[in-house]
């Protein structure tokens, strides 16, 4: 019976993850729209809620995980590496989102309510465009949707590693069109090198 609560627990943590992420990615792509501060704000709002979020989700995720793995021991192992790669990754995706994409996004946010109504200033449409905002959010996303592969599918370590090279390669692509995307992209206010 404590499994079925601890996989429940687990399972509440993930879902929990990718609204997040999806909050997150809603908030970076609508903010990079965005060409009023009115609608800045509208973008980023529900990017105010991910401080509390995100530690619910790797709270739960991950006490609820190692809990189940240390209580069941019929059916996962601390050693097996799909666990293993699963612990790296929230230890990943917790150094991404709170080290990397949480200070753009905190300084985006607080520009926004701090900006006076109307267009957008050069140097916050530069903030919705900032790389490291958009490489973390997708790297996070990456991973989480990696993470769910691994524990519905548990594979041995040749799978492990397969998959981690093919989140490897996706994060990488997703990165590389990205920059092709942003090539030629104009931030408003921005001076034009002749």
Do not use: N
């Not at 627990?9 to 809603?26: A, D, Q, S």
């Not at 200033?121 to 490489?135: F, S």
Request: aromatic share 6%.
């Amino acid at each position: 019976m404590i499994d079925s609560w601890l996989l429940f627990g687990h399972v509440v943590g993930v879902i929990v993850l990718v609204v997040g992420i999806g909050l997150e990615g809603y908030s970076i792509i609508a903010g990079e729209r965005a060409t009023t501060v009115a609608e800045l704000r509208l973008a980023v709002r529900p990017a105010r809620i991910l401080p509390a979020l995100m530690p619910l989700a790797t709270l739960l995720m991950t006490g609820c995980g190692l809990a189940l793995v240390a209580h069941d021991k019929a059916d996962f192992h601390f050693g097996d590496a799909w666990v293993v790669a699963a612990i790296g990754i929230v230890v990943a995706v917790s150094v991404v989102g709170g080290g990397f994409s949480g200070r753009p996004a905190t300084r985006l946010v607080d520009a926004a309510d701090a900006a006076p109504d109307g267009p957008l200033t050069p140097q916050l449409a530069a903030l919705t465009h900032d790389p490291v905002l958009h490489a973390s959010a997708r790297t996070s996303a990456v991973a989480a949707l990696w993470a769910i592969w691994l524990m519905s599918v548990k594979p041995h370590a040749a799978g492990t590693m397969a998959s981690f090279a093919i989140a490897v390669l996706l994060i990488v692509a997703s990165a590389v069109a990205s920059a092709h995307k942003r090539v030629g992209v104009r931030i408003p206010g921005e001076s034009v090198d002749s």
